[in-house]
């Protein structure tokens, strides 16, 4: 692969949490991966938490708003889709990523959509965890990072010095 191209993106369905969002936009300029945030989103863009989240990164994040996600997946639901879920049926780092993957995140409360998930069951991933039944689930910007770091190792982190 060319050490200088990837074109790995992180999707946000309706997300809740200002600072998640803040820290993954962080992220994103960091390994200069895409954004996208699928409305209805908990919160302003305007937010304080979420520019202080985000710090002063936020004029080199490559940010795209979507409306919901069925505008989403008609403008790239031809890209291949990791949909990540407690539910996922493989580990994140059972996947090949394609340079163009999208890494698709749910709200911090509820997750990815039902419907969304069994739709694309075979593109589901997950994190392992503790069987403690009292843990839901990682920090959405905890768990962004750990698969879209996974995805640049394995492209020998392209555009990463």
């Known amino acids: 692969m060319d050490k200088q191209s990837h ?3 992180i ?5 809740e949490i200002p600072p998640n969002t803040g820290n993954i936009a962080r992220t994103c300029a960091a390994t ?4 996208h945030l699928v409305k ?14 985000g710090l002063d990164y936020w004029p ?10 069925e505008a989403f997946l008609i403008k790239y639901g031809k890209h291949p889709l990791y949909l990540a879920t407690t539910k996922g049926i493989r580990c994140y780092t059972e996947v090949l990523y394609e340079p163009n ?8 409360t509820k997750g990815l959509p039902q419907e969304f998930i069994q739709t694309n069951l075979e593109r589901t ?4 965890m503790s069987h403690n039944t009292e843990l839901r689930s990682l920090n959405l910007s905890n768990a962004a990072a750990i698969v879209i770091f996974e ?10 010095v």
């Open 7 to 9: 074109n790995l993106s």
């Open 11 to 15: 999707v946000l369905v309706e997300p």
């Open 32 to 35: 200069g991966s895409k954004l």
């Open 40 to 53: 209805p989103l908990g919160f302003s863009i305007d937010n304080a938490h979420l520019k202080r989240a």
């Open 60 to 69: 080199y994040v490559d940010l795209e708003i979507h409306e919901n996600l």
């Open 101 to 108: 993957a999208m890494l698709v995140f749910g709200k911090e």
């Open 125 to 128: 991933i997950r994190i392992p």
């Open 151 to 160: 995805a640049l190792r394995q492209m020998n982190f392209p555009r990463l």
